[in-house]
């Protein structure tokens, strides 16, 4: 470690502000170039970086450092790229899915909806008794496999070839559209 990295961490250790001033001015742009690969604006990565500084001085991560400090920050940054895109990526399904509804919403009028759910809830009722079983439990209890198995006392596998053939047979008496409106 050089003798300027371990300046900046004694710095830390005394709780100096001064400490965190020269990292951020030593690493800050690279930090900020180095995070504007994951994102496509220079201000997000500009925010990731400083949110980096901030939790760095906030939570004394310095304390009981050893290790390079260069490769230690670009870490963080990095992970909290990733946080970021997971988080972004979340937001937008869901803003996917809500406007999906409008779309279906638009194309079929309330009363052809609520008939393709009445046809989608008989063509459940025909199921075999089993198969229907596994996959109510899936699709509205929203169970997870392993649960429905130790419910019913049957294997995995079993929980979901049934389900795999509840599905199969759903689709080929129904177009996919009404399988979004289930509850």
Known sequence: ????????????????????????DLYYTPLCVFAYKYFDSYEKAEDIVQEAFITLWEKNRMINFT???????????????????????????????SKAYN???????????EERKESLYKEIALLPAQ???VFEAIAFEKMKYAEVA??????????????????????????????????
Do not use: W
């Open 67 to 97: 290790g390079s400090i260069k490769s230690y920050l670009f870490s963080i940054v990095r992970n909290n790229s990733i946080n970021q895109i997971k988080k972004d990526l979340k937001f937008r399904f869901e803003e996917m899915e």
């Open 131 to 133: 198969c229907k079983a």
């Open 150 to 183: 130790e419910d019913m006392d049957i294997s995995i596998n079993t929980v979901k070839t049934h389900y795999s053939r509840a599905l199969k047979q759903l689709r080929s008496n129904l177009d996919v559209l009404v399988m979004i409106l289930l509850p």
């Open 103 to 113: 779309i279906i919403e638009d194309k079929y009028e309330s009363q052809q909806l």
């Open 1 to 24: 470690m050089e003798q300027h990295e371990q300046d900046i961490i004694q710095k830390f250790k005394n709780g100096d502000q001064t400490g965190l001033r020269m990292l951020f």
